[in-house]
């Protein structure tokens, strides 16, 4: 991230850190202070904020609508993870393990009854910021719900996968960049635009993030890698590799699949030897820049001064490029 | 209820068979449509269209905004229904028993998106509207969460277990109301008082609630009389028979709350002798009628033509007469 990225991530930090939501029952408020306060790279109320400041220079002035999209995306994470039955987030305890689920549940909705306030004071045009603040809300509703149904599915197509999750992670990077642009009142077509740039950029987004599951830095990684094939994780690496092997690549990969006990270790390394015989490395890094590309492709299309680009495009290279 | 509000009701009943929320994938929108058909009262959408009616003669034109509180209404039963751990809900299997909880969570949170899309088109003040939606919303999970917290506690005082239901229940019926007022584009002084009229009725429907759970005839009641008794639900009922007991009562009912293995029918019997001989009939009654006259007083207040009043307090009248 440049330096202006980091200032702005520290706006968000800094209001994040006095934000309350609530006090009484504490029961309530506290897993959500508590999971807001877990960090993360707060991509979205930044994406929020670099797209305002394609326009307008007072990014402060939209705080808490950028946060908005960060307290629904924590939302989501503390109900995905209550569904999904993990033990972890960011390193910490997930809420329903700290408490219990139907904390996690109850503190969850309210969260999302917070966002919509926090969208209340946004200058621009209200009901059109709610209407596409809701699309993308159910939109990542119905990319969970597919990842659900893909766990009990023998194989997805490439198609499928991409709309899952163009859902489940691209429309709301889409949505936060729109956002940006319907708070500083620009054309529609600029705030079209933007949407497509970050839904293409998400699609890629999160290419990386399966790509980087398998073949990231263990030492820069910070979760486990080979964590989705030890739970024959649906990523576009097994799809792609379910699609293409040999008959006995096909067999060798469904060996792996269903074998119940198995030494996890053993189990990446067999299966990241066949994604490598056929190539999975580099297909998945092609159709990622792919997706990149369409994004780069959008944002030419804006009508703003060329430099202006550079923030944004920056931001996408660093996506492109991190390790973890 | 009179003609007049059996024909309203029909309206909203007619509206939401129309409703589809979503489609694809069906197993987030199937739940959907199968909690919304179950039936129910509507009170809360017929609130909004009477309080409208007060200055207005067209409800049919704010009929999506009616249904977005039992929308709304709808996904707080959902979700409560997976903390409760309940099988049942009017008479039919709960979403998270007939589907799962990981299903009933999502279409929860889809359906909390829906109520705040249908609120959308409102007229009147769109930033009022959602700001006294987000309100009510929060304060229907801090009164869950406080429902929940009483589980664990020996007893509870009147005025945090009135609080209780007041957040529970009270205010969605006081914003039902208010939103009416606030669609009618009338003053912020009749809102106001209608939305204080809904919170004392509320409670008042409340306490009902639970007279009725032990009171209610068999035949009448659709649900199981003595269910709060045999789950040692703190009740109004149970909170004042502790209050008030003598030391030999008082050891009774604590015979009763601790037995872990009991016949249901000898425990209902032999606790609803125990509010007899307290008079906690009479006193629940008293009380349910001392926040229906509160209710009315506010009522009152409003400066409307008296016999507008008339279709409110007929609706409040069946609420304090109900069998059910």
Chains 1, 2 share one sequence.
């Not at 400041?53 to 705080?63: G, H, Y």
């Not at 603040?133 to 198609?159: H, K, T, Y």
């Not at 740039?197 to 990684?221: A, P, R, S, T």
């Not at 469904?254 to 006990?261: G, H, N, P, V």
Request: charged share 25%; proline share 2%.
């Amino acid at each position: 991230m440049t330096e202006n990225h980091l200032e702005l991530v520290k706006l968000v930090n800094n209001r994040l850190a006095e934000l309350q939501y609530g006090q009484d029952p504490k029961e309530l408020y506290e897993p959500i202070r508590y999971i807001m306060s877990l960090g993360g790279k707060r991509m979205r109320p930044l994406l929020v904020m670099l797209a305002y400041n394609l326009f307008k220079d007072d990014p402060e002035k939209i705080i808490d609508q950028a946060i908005a999209v960060e307290v629904f995306h924590n939302f989501t994470l503390v109900h995905d993870d209550i569904m999904d039955n993990a033990p972890l987030r960011r390193g910490k305890a997930t809420v329903h393990e700290k408490w219990n689920a139907s904390t996690a549940i109850l503190s969850g909705d309210v969260m999302m009854v917070k966002a919509y306030d926090l969208l209340l004071e946004a200058p621009g045009n209200l009901k059109q910021i709610i209407k596409d603040f809701n699309e993308a809300a159910a939109g990542v509703c119905e990319g969970q719900q597919m990842d659900m149904n893909f766990e009990s599915l023998p194989s997805v197509s490439e198609e499928t996968y991409i709309n899952m999750i163009r859902l489940k992670t691209a429309v709301l990077l889409g949505y936060s960049l729109k956002l940006g642009a319907l708070l500083a009142e620009t054309s529609q077509s600029n705030a079209d635009l933007l949407y497509d740039f970050g839904v293409k950029i998400g699609i890629g987004f999160q290419l990386k993030d399966d790509m980087l599951d398998v073949y990231g830095d263990q030492e820069k990684f910070g979760k486990q890698v080979g964590g989705d094939i030890i739970s024959n994780k649906k990523t576009f690496l097994l799809l792609k590799a379910l699609e293409l092997a040999n008959e006995e690549q096909h067999d060798n990969l469904q060996f792996w699949l269903t074998k119940k006990e198995f030494d996890a270790q053993q189990k990446v390394k067999a299966v990241t030897k066949i994604y490598d015989q056929i190539g999975i490395h580099e297909l998945t890094a092609a159709k990622m820049n792919e997706y990149f590309d369409m994004g780069f492709e959008a944002l030419e299309k804006m009508e703003i001064p060329q430099e202006k680009r550079q923030s944004l495009k920056s931001f996408a290279a660093y996506l492109i490029d991190r390790e973890k």
